[in-house]
């Protein structure tokens, strides 16, 4: 038997000590306002610059931050304003010293925001996430190519797919974290639209970039990716983002200076593994959500502010008197969905109750309406499927899981749940309970 000595021992101790991470320290690049008194620090953004991964000949640390992701994060900022695209930054709140275009990188330091040459004005700034509203059309960047096989093959794999299997689906194909590689238990499924911002998912009308045509909510495998628990909670802390930098590749970009262990790990770390199952619009939102979350502060009633979407305010209330967090509701209506579709394929559609909102003749014309309201958006989304003459059995499509007729089987679905409780009540469901409804809440948000 051999017997280990002291020094032996020691070695084996000491060699298997952790080192902490080197903590690599940043500058600010601030993004003011021009508009307002310089006095007053009106930002916009205040960002981290950390050294420059290319090393100049004479070996001085160069800190900079990548201007496009600047430029993206000013526009939603500020809701789009500039929707010319001649926005621009310069050095001085005139706007007089633009920044140089050739510029790819920007140095530490003050900067200021402008939505046109010669026109400086108090254009009003998000500050709150409920005001942002999604954009028609993302930026061409935030885009990857994708082939018609490819299109097919995503549109096979997961149109079936139910929202309760989101968790397991997303990890079982990812197979590992996306950032790190990591493929082990501690790996969480991430949603990039968070699940509490259930209400504004529903507004913007979201669940037409989702992958599955079984649901309207954030439980879609085109809204998740696989993390490492930590990356999870660094992203939900607003930490860092996904950016694209082409060929279909992103990089992870701390945005948040108090992340400084996390620089080695995660800033400008490339990330070719993102699969295509997952849709850019939501990435982008998740971009969105996370550079207006960074806000440090509320400013004063001078200060112009986008107003908050009354909609989704009003819905966000509408959810919160169900008791239920909303995050909850989105797991609880695919279940209440799933037993309903298995009874509405097997019968004929229930004749409506008293209790039916479809059949209340004050509501008719208003439902009419909304349906007028959907089919125009319809348009406009996927012009070509609109054109297409009704039939019992449309063609499959990767464009969106919506089609001309959701609302209406969104509202019978709803109905059917109301008028047979059964279907989700157990022994131990106390009297009078009632669930939330999310299909209903899913129609109308459609329509309005």
Same mark, same amino acid.
């Given at each position: ?165 989101? /968790? ?70 607003? /930490? ?209």
């Amino acid at each position: 038997m051999v017997e280990y000595q002291p020094e032996s021992l020691s070695a084996i101790v000491l060699s298997s000590q952790i080192q902490p991470p080197a903590v690599v320290q940043s500058q600010p690049v601030e993004i003011l306002h021009p508009a307002y008194d310089v006095e007053l620090d009106i930002s916009l953004l205040s960002l981290p610059a950390f050294p420059r991964l290319s090393t100049p000949a004479d070996g001085l640390t160069v800190y900079g931050i990548t201007r496009s992701l600047v430029m993206d994060a000013c526009r939603i900022i500020t809701n789009f304003a500039a929707n010319s695209q001649e926005d621009y930054l310069a050095f001085d709140p005139e706007g007089t010293s633009p920044v140089p275009t050739g510029d790819l990188f920007l140095a530490p330091g003050r900067y200021f925001y402008h939505l046109a040459p010669q026109r400086v004005t108090k254009y009003p700034i998000v500050m709150d996430f409920s005001a942002f509203k999604f954009p028609k059309v993302i930026p061409r960047h935030w885009i990857r190519p994708k082939t018609a096989e490819e299109d097919d093959n995503l549109r096979i794999a997961y149109e079936g797919v139910p929202s309760s299997e989101m /968790s397991w689906r997303v990890k079982t194909d990812d197979e590992s974290c996306v950032v790190t590689g990591y493929c082990s238990t501690i790996c969480d499924n991430a949603h990039l639209v968070p699940k509490d911002e259930l209400a504004w998912f529903l507004v913007n009308e979201m669940g037409r970039f989702n992958r599955s045509t079984l649901g309207a909510t954030v439980n879609d495998v085109s809204n998740g990716v696989t993390l490492r628990c930590d990356v999870h909670r660094l992203l939900d802390s607003q /930490s860092f983002v996904f950016y694209p930098v082409g060929d279909r590749k992103y990089v992870t970009y701390l945005v948040r200076g108090t992340s400084r262990d996390y620089v080695e790990l995660l800033h400008g770390r490339e990330v070719s593994t993102v699969p295509l199952r997952v849709s850019d619009e939501f990435l982008y939102a998740r971009f969105a959500y996370n550079i207006i979350k960074l806000r440090p502060r509320v400013f004063g009633p001078s200060v112009v502010r986008v107003p908050d979407d009354v909609a989704v305010k009003q819905l966000e209330e509408e959810l919160r008197r169900t008791k239920k967090k909303s995050s909850k509701m989105a797991d609880d209506f695919e279940r209440e969905y799933m037993r309903s579709i298995r009874v509405l394929t097997a019968a004929p559609a229930p004749a409506p109750t008293r209790a039916s909102s479809i059949s209340d003749p004050n509501s008719v014309d208003d439902i009419a309406a909304g349906d007028e309201r959907y089919q125009a958006k319809y348009t406009t989304w996927c012009p070509e499927l609109a054109e297409l003459p009704e039939v019992e059995n449309p063609p499959d499509t990767s464009e969106t899981p919506y089609h001309l007729e959701t609302p209406k089987m969104l509202r019978l679905r709803s109905q059917w749940i109301k008028d047979h409780p059964e279907v989700w009540q157990t022994v131990e469901t106390a009297p009078g309970t009632t669930r939330p409804d999310v299909l209903g809440l899913a129609a109308k948000s459609l329509t309005s």
